[in-house]
C-alpha cells in the first residue's frame, strides 16, 4: 500500500479569482438549448440536414467555378509589366 500522499492525488484548490473572471465576461454570441419534445427534435434534425446539404452544394459549385477557369488575386498582374530599371537603381515612370 502507499504510503503517504501521491502527487497525482492532490486536490487543488480552485481559484475564486478565475470564477470571477469568468461571470465577468461572459461568452458572445446566440445560446442554443436542444428542444426535447419529439416534434421539434425531429424539425431541428431535419433542419440541421438540410443545412448540410445546402453548404456541400454551395462547396461544391464554389469549386466546380475556381477549377473552371484562371484565378488571380490582383487584378491586372497577368497583363502589367514589370517597373523597367535602370541604372540608378530606381524604377522609371513610362
Known amino acids: 500500500m502507499v504510503q503517504g500522499k501521491t502527487k497525482g492525488l492532490q486536490n487543488k484548490a480552485s481559484s475564486s479569482r478565475q470564477a ?7 461568452k458572445k454570441g446566440k445560446r442554443y438549448i436542444p428542444p ?3 416534434a421539434l427534435v425531429k424539425q431541428a434534425s431535419m433542419r440541421q ?5 445546402i453548404n456541400k452544394t454551395i462547396e461544391q459549385q464554389m ?9 488571380t488575386i490582383m487584378k491586372n498582374t497577368a497583363d ?3 517597373p523597367k530599371v535602370t541604372s540608378g537603381g530606381k524604377a ?3
Open 49 to 53: 440536414s438540410l443545412t448540410a446539404k
Open 36 to 38: 426535447k419534445k419529439t
Open 63 to 71: 469549386v466546380s467555378a475556381a477549377s473552371a477557369g484562371k484565378l
Open 80 to 82: 502589367a509589366e514589370p
Open 20 to 26: 470571477a473572471k469568468a461571470a465577468a465576461n461572459p
Open 92 to 94: 522609371s515612370k513610362s
